[in-house]
């Protein structure tokens, strides 16, 4: 069972190129969601989608895209890169049980800009 | 505005011992879950334990217990017998309680705690 998997695990990119995060999840979950991570600070939401084919903003979505064409799979698009973009990028997902809707996280995309 | 704060950046405990890690956070929901995810080094994320904001028994979770005082808006992580793969980043998060179960969590800046043999 693979989980939340993240692809690339790395990437350097130059000011301006676009790139697409491409996160896939195994495990039936209805919700996901794209977080960064810059140094001493926790995870901010960039992006999340309660289901296929929606998708909505979150705490800092400028610069962003997203799509989520099948339930599986969360895309997160940078159009054009900007150094304030290098940073650790974390897909997520969960589902309803109860109260309790933990997130399951990937293992993370380091991003650099240059 | 809903926010989380951590205010020891770091902590050192000696292996076997218990530690408190801090957690305020405030936020104008009435229903909202709070919970604690560990960061090893590797740089995974790892959830730990949950409380729900109705919650009146405190959250356990073998050697994890949440410490969750609503009346002064904190949620301490108390990790009890510590060992030395303890040691990693550990953040506090919060989120309200949306209506079909999703999440939009608000992390904490987080805890680098250190076990010593």
Redesign the interface.
């Known amino acids: 069972n693979a989980g939340v998997t993240q692809t690339p695990k790395f990437r350097v990119l130059k000011t301006g190129q676009s790139m697409t995060l491409l996160c896939a999840q195994d495990m039936n979950h209805e919700y996901m969601y794209w977080y960064r991570q810059d140094p001493g600070m926790g995870l901010r939401l960039i992006h999340y989608s309660v289901g296929e084919g929606t998708t909505a903003k979150g705490e800092v979505p400028d610069g962003y895209n997203v799509s989520r064409l099948k339930k599986q799979n969360f895309l997160l698009g940078l159009e054009s890169a900007a150094p304030s973009q290098t940073s650790v990028y974390f897909c997520a997902s969960s589902y309803w049980e109860g109260e309790n809707t933990e997130a399951f996280f990937g293992q993370g995309t380091r991003l650099t800009v240059v | 505005a809903q926010k989380?704060t951590q205010t020891q950046p770091g902590m050192f405990v000696q292996e076997k011992e218990a530690v408190t890690l801090d957690c305020t956070y405030d936020t104008s929901d009435q229903s909202y879950?709070l919970?604690w995810?560990k960061q090893p080094s590797s740089?995974?994320?790892i959830?730990l334990i949950?409380q729900?904001s109705?919650d009146e028994q405190n959250a356990t979770e073998g050697r994890y217990s949440l410490n969750f005082q609503k009346a002064r808006k904190s949620a301490n992580l108390v990790i009890s017998a510590s060992q030395l793969g303890d040691s990693a980043m550990y953040?506090c998060?919060m989120?309200p309680?949306f209506w079909?179960?999703?999440?939009?969590?608000?992390?904490?800046?987080?805890t680098r705690l250190a076990v010593h043999p």
């Open positions: 989380i879950g919970f995810y740089g995974e994320m959830f949950y729900g109705y953040f998060a989120s309680i079909g179960g999703y999440n939009k969590l608000i992390f904490g800046a987080g």
